[in-house]
């Protein structure tokens, strides 16, 4: 097996990475794939509640990196799919307790167990952002529909270029469509506009998000609501599938993503 | 006409607002660095060839991800120029 290495970023906080990434794993393993997901926000741990693994921690990503644990030992098995794990990060330490080349071993060695190693970038552009990024294959770019979090997107996609690790591809979280269609919202396309990158997935503004993440059950496991089924097909794109995008907007656009390669 | 575009949408309002400031953010250059840049340019290039001034227009358009500074220096003619000799002998 070797493992493709997938980074989840998008400068500013409370997007919607941590839920992305836990959803997108679990639909990955759901297909069949081996995922292991990576919390790389050292100091402000989170993935591991949206999860609903936080009561089995017992080694994090800092100890496997220190030598204290092997990286078997620190991989958390998901009991509801076998083939998805978590390597939760250190709660007591912070960003510098690792470097880039650090995640690039520890990603290396990682390659050969599974077939998706996930990544939740912290917010920012410093330190811990170039950590999660150093071992990616691809980096996803998260924003909402936002001013200021679509501008922080920008920035991080100018930084993934400088670093050659573009072209990202791009997601819209918490898409509202009452609100693009009223004209108060900026639209799929009016972000694609700004950004003028590839677009992998568009996720509605979904009530069913925050409950998945009150219970500690990721959405992706039953795929029911629309915020499920867009992360199902985040995944399917990633496999290297055509999806077509779900209609949540005008035709105009509809006709202009299946004009786009995806 | 004006009154039934009187309520700008606030989606326009974000999109027009980033467009400004993706370029700043991208290039690194204020709208003050690109005043005196034209400045340097009008300076620079009336040096060789009569131009208007007041004419010259300097932006920076978006292409994809990328930038380009666009500029539109329209030139005298000639002939305009033979007709305002006194100024230069004056001069």
Not at chain 1, 51 to 61: M, Q, T
Request: with cysteine; net charge neutral; aromatic share 2%.
């Amino acid at each position: 097996m070797t493992a493709k290495v997938v980074t989840i970023a998008s400068g500013k906080g409370g997007v919607g990475k941590t839920t992305s990434v836990a959803n997108i794993a679990v639909a990955l393993a759901s297909r069949g794939k081996k995922v292991t997901c990576i919390d790389g926000d050292i100091g402000l741990r989170n993935l591991d509640v949206v999860l609903g693994l936080e009561n089995r921690i017992v080694y994090d990503l800092v100890d496997v990196i220190e030598g204290r644990c092997r990286l078997r030992q620190a991989m958390i098995r998901d009991k509801r799919l076998p083939d998805l794990y978590l390597i939760p990060a250190a709660q007591t330490r912070d960003k510098t307790a690792i470097s880039p080349s650090d995640m690039v071993r520890l990603c290396d060695e990682l390659r050969q167990e599974v077939d998706w190693i996930i990544i939740d970038s912290p917010a920012g552009i410093e330190r811990g952002f170039k950590n999660a990024i150093a071992a990616a294959d691809r980096v996803l770019v998260m924003t909402n529909p936002e001013i200021s979090a679509v501008r922080d997107a920008d920035r991080v996609i100018g930084l993934l270029d400088a670093e050659e690790k573009g072209p990202a591809a791009l997601i819209i979280n918490r898409l509202d469509l009452a609100m693009v269609k009223r004209g108060d919202s900026l639209s799929v396309e009016d972000v694609l506009d700004l950004l003028a990158i590839e677009l992998i997935g568009v996720i509605p503004e979904d009530e069913n998000v925050l409950v998945a993440s009150n219970k500690g059950q990721p959405l992706a496991l039953d795929g029911k609501s629309k915020a499920g089924q867009a992360f199902q097909n985040i995944a399917r794109r990633l496999l290297g599938e055509e999806v077509t995008f779900m209609d949540l907007e005008s035709k105009n656009l509809f006709q202009r993503l299946l004009g786009r390669k995806i | 006409m004006n009154f039934l575009f009187r309520r700008k949408k606030s989606a326009n309002s974000a999109k027009e607002r980033l467009q400004l400031v993706l370029i700043h953010d991208r290039t690194d250059l204020t709208p003050v660095e690109l005043e005196s840049l034209k400045d340097d340019l009008i300076e620079t290039i009336s040096r060789h060839i009569d131009i208007d001034p007041t004419a010259v227009k300097i932006n920076v358009a978006q292409d994809g991800r990328s930038q380009r500074l666009v500029a539109d220096i329209p030139l005298r003619s000639v002939g305009r120029r033979r007709g305002r000799e006194p100024r230069s002998a004056a001069g």
